[in-house]
Nanobody, 121 residues
Framework: QVQLVESGGGSVQAGGSLRLSCVAS????????MAWFRQAAGKEREFVAR????????YYADSVKGRFAISRDNAKNTMYLQMNSLKPEDTAGYYC??????????????WGQGTQVTVSS
């Protein structure tokens, strides 16, 4: 069974940094497409960043461009999200997602349970 486990969330002040990790376990196939999403209280889930299997192609939401960086280590089945210059509006539960196929539609097969990020002003 495939399992995604996020870690690295926490509480920081505005301007601070956090690094999220997502470890994939279970079936040993390469996730061609991995992504981070977030959901703030009372709001819909939104896309944050996406990275394709070889790590050479990435996509970002406009709201995080220049501040967040997504990366992955396929040998460790781990994806990261480095978040810098955090703002209070970045406060949300952050979820990793993965799929053995490319998912430009956002309909990933596997999802983690989420890790909370709280940014205070």
């Amino acid at each position: 069974q495939v399992q995604l486990v996020e870690s690295g969330g926490g509480s920081v002040q505005a301007g601070g940094s956090l690094r999220l990790s997502c470890v994939a376990s279970g079936r040993t196939f390469t996730y061609r497409d991995m992504a981070w999403f977030r959901q703030a209280a009372g709001k819909e889930r939104e896309f944050v960043a996406r990275i394709l299997w070889n790590g050479g192609i990435t996509y970002y939401a406009d709201s995080v461009k220049g501040r967040f960086a997504i990366s992955r280590d396929n040998a460790k089945n781990t994806m990261y999200l480095q978040m810098n210059s955090l703002k209070p509006e970045d406060t949300a539960g952050y979820y990793c997602a993965a799929d053995p196929q490319f998912r430009s539609d956002g309909r990933y097969t596997y999802w983690g349970q989420g890790t909370q990020v709280t940014v205070s002003s």
